[in-house]
């Protein structure tokens, strides 16, 4: 008692004192909140991270995936919809979706299924469409206060998400469908939604209208199929159309207007990948940053310059070499951001 007695005093002498302190040492309670707290936001710009790029490890709860966020140093992330889904109650699958991704691909390549693979490969795609009923009405009663819940658990780690990507925003989804992500997008303080271009503008046109109806916004991502223009038309289509440009993919196409694009479109980027890809002529490799073609340096210092607000978004493609990790790599790969814009 006598302890508890001292330290309750010392405290409220301790608030008092600070009240008539500095004012500079009256933001201490806040320097506390936010020590231990990872921090990358660097002169200006927020270096972020899609949680792809932790797939590797093999635990993908949304707790692990806070973990490894934080243990990167990174302070805003692009959320998967995976982690986020499953700690909101998201039925488990025991699908082998490898096996069935497998056996799709040899038959997509015209490569010749035996019997037993085929009747394998029809009952899995049997088995995912039944899986992808679940989840619709899953969906369609969930309680999005467990995304809030995510969210403050980020939040008290220092971690905010920007976007967020489930698997709710294809042709085959309903409109239903779209909006829960769009709900849970919210729910977890995201400003954006982002999906692969799905090539077909009646869709973009959808996303659009209802991305207004439900004030939020659609940040496409490309590949190397991007081009100058490939966003254009449904940039046109709604002010709630945006782009979640890939810097490396767009350098791998063999583009050399990199630099021209982002400042063209830098009020509809939203958030860009970043990764280091080599040009068509060197072979389009995935290497460790600094050793690849994008201009990775020119791109964070334009940013800076200019003030540009969205986040570059790490995304760890390249082979992780032996003794490494995921963490590991994105930690070098926010150094690497970090001299580049001292």
């Known amino acids: 008692m006598n302890n508890r007695r ?9 608030i008092a004192g600070l009240a008539l302190a500095p004012t500079w040492l009256q933001g201490a309670p806040a320097l506390i909140r936010s020590y231990n707290k990872p921090d990358s936001k660097i002169n200006g710009v927020q270096i972020g ?8 490890l093999p635990d993908q709860s949304a707790e692990a995936t806070l973990g490894y966020v ?5 302070s805003a992330i692009e959320l998967m919809g995976g982690p986020a889904e499953t700690f909101a109650g998201l039925p488990e699958s025991s699908i082998n979706r490898s096996r069935m991704f497998q056996l799709g691909g040899k038959q997509r390549r015209g490569e010749t299924l035996n019997a037993d693979e085929t009747k394998e490969l029809e009952e899995l795609q049997k088995e995912s469409e039944a899986y992808g009923k679940t989840i619709s009405e899953w969906r369609s009663n969930v309680d999005f206060k467990k995304f809030e819940q995510l969210r403050k658990m980020y939040k008290d780690a220092g971690v905010s998400i920007y976007a967020f990507k489930p698997s709710a925003f294809g042709k085959n989804n309903s409109d239903a469908e779209i909006a829960y992500g769009m709900k849970a997008a919210r729910a977890l303080g995201a400003s954006h939604v982002t ?3 799905p090539a077909d503008d009646a869709h973009t046109l959808r996303l659009g209208t209802l991305g ?3 004030r939020m916004s659609i940040a496409y991502h490309g590949h190397e199929q991007q081009t100058f223009t490939f966003w254009d038309t449904a940039l046109a289509q709604s ?3 945006a782009l979640n440009f890939d810097a490396g993919h767009y350098i791998a196409a063999g583009h050399t207007d990199i630099m021209e694009l982002v400042e063209k479109q830098n009020k509809r980027i939203l958030s860009m990948h970043i ?17 690849g073609d994008t ?27 032996d003794g490494s990790d995921a963490v590991k790599e994105v930690q070098q790969c926010l150094e690497f951001c970090r001299k580049a814009l001292v």
């Open 49 to 56: 991270c899609i949680t792809y790029s932790f797939r590797s």
């Open 212 to 214: 207004e109806q439900h």
């Open 275 to 291: 990764k280091d890809r080599q040009t068509p002529a060197n072979g389009k490799g995935n290497l460790p940053w600094g050793s």
């Open 6 to 14: 001292d330290f309750l005093s010392k405290a409220t002498l301790g």
């Open 195 to 197: 999906l692969e271009h």
């Open 295 to 321: 201009p990775l340096p020119e791109l964070l210092t334009l940013m800076r310059k200019k003030k540009y607000k969205f986040p570059a978004s790490i995304e760890l493609e390249h082979q992780i070499p």
């Open 239 to 241: 002010p709630k159309n």
């Open 70 to 74: 934080t243990e990167s140093g990174i």
